[in-house]
């Protein structure tokens, strides 16, 4: 492929593991390299984040699934890539020297309209990330257990105010920042159109949702779990649509799918 097929403008490797089969990994590099025309290069999964650091590679979508993901490791791709990132997903139950990652892309990858993490600690450094993200338009937060700090409702309201305008797509299913979902609705600012939340915590949370829809008037999609309170889904449902969150997840993978062919 390296000398007889040098036109490709889509590669896809949905299986990049070095300890596999390691004399694999220079010939991809080489196929790689000798693509004049390749724009996007997209890595679906990474199983050895050791040497990710031999790659030098400019990257518009970076996605890597991996336990654990070694932080280091990544960072020289994320600045090698720098505002040409646009989609990034690190999904991992644990993440090594996870500091490093915000301060780098909050220096180096301004551009990401699509941002999917999990173990993330609401510190700082990570709303620095966020409020310098300004052409963020899908946001996924995972595996979030607790947010840091003596004042937990401060840090959710912080967090709401900082979302960008150009924010479309929010899931929090499985973040515990759905236990301040009232502070999140009453202090951002986002135009959002769909919202994964998993429960809207009792009337209150449902008061909120309601306000946010008058207030901002973008909201139209809410997944939520399919056990809702009926009443409380019937006055919601005046405001916005409530569907299970599954076959919101499905819609709005088409939504980015589609979003992903004009990259």
């Avoid at 649509?241 to 990259?263: D, N």
Wanted: proline residues 5%.
């Amino acid at each position: 492929m390296a000398k007889n097929t040098t036109k490709i403008n889509a590669l896809k490797l949905k299986v990049f593991c070095s300890n596999y089969n390691p004399r694999l990994l220079p010939a991809r590099i080489c196929i790689i390299k000798s693509q004049e025309q390749l724009r996007k290069f997209r890595i679906l999964r990474i199983h050895d984040c050791g040497n990710l650091n031999i790659l030098e590679a400019s990257l518009k979508t970076l996605e890597i699934t991996c336990y654990p993901i070694y932080a280091p490791s990544i960072v020289p791709i994320l600045k090698k890539s720098g505002t040409l990132l646009q989609r990034l997903k690190l999904y991992s139950f644990s993440t090594r020297e996870m500091s490093l990652l915000p301060e780098t892309l909050k220096s180096f990858c301004p551009n990401i309209t699509y941002l999917n993490l999990t173990n993330v600690e609401f510190s700082t450094q990570f709303f620095e990330l966020i409020g310098n993200l300004q052409k963020l338009q899908f946001l996924n937060l995972l595996d979030i257990y607790e947010i840091l700090g003596d004042e937990p409702k401060i840090l959710a309201m912080m967090f709401a105010k900082l979302l960008p305008v150009t924010l479309q797509y929010l899931d929090l299913r499985r973040s515990c920042i759905r236990s301040y979902i009232d502070i999140l609705f009453n202090n951002c600012y986002a135009p959002l159109k769909y919202l994964l939340i998993y429960r809207l915590k009792g009337e209150k949370g449902a008061k909120a949702l309601i306000e946010f829809c008058i207030r901002r008037k973008t909201l139209n999609y809410v997944g939520v779990s399919i056990d809702l309170d009926d009443n409380i889904k019937k006055d919601v449902e005046k405001y916005v649509t409530l569907i299970p969150w599954p076959v919101l997840e499905i819609l709005c993978s088409h939504v980015l799918m589609r979003t992903s062919l004009l990259i």
